[in-house]
């Protein structure tokens, strides 16, 4: 399995979970992304996890045609 879908597969669990306990989905989600952060500054650079953080928001829109995307 591919650490996209273990980590996706992680992702729909929790936001399942939260929806079972009556949790609210964009609280969760908001802690999970803390909890990534937090574990990336266990290794990586304040600066590193801030460029990856600028890196997915800059590049999150699913309609975009981004120019890395282009053969």
Do not use: Q, W
């Amino acid at each position: 399995m591919s650490a996209a879908k273990i980590a996706l597969k992680h992702v729909e669990a929790a936001l399942a979970e939260a929806r079972a306990e009556g949790a609210d989905a964009d609280a969760t989600a908001r802690y999970m992304l803390g909890a990534i952060v937090h574990k990336y500054l266990e290794y990586r650079s304040l600066e590193d996890v801030r460029a990856e953080l600028r890196f997915v928001a800059e590049n999150c829109d699913p309609d975009a045609d981004y120019m890395f995307m282009r053969p």
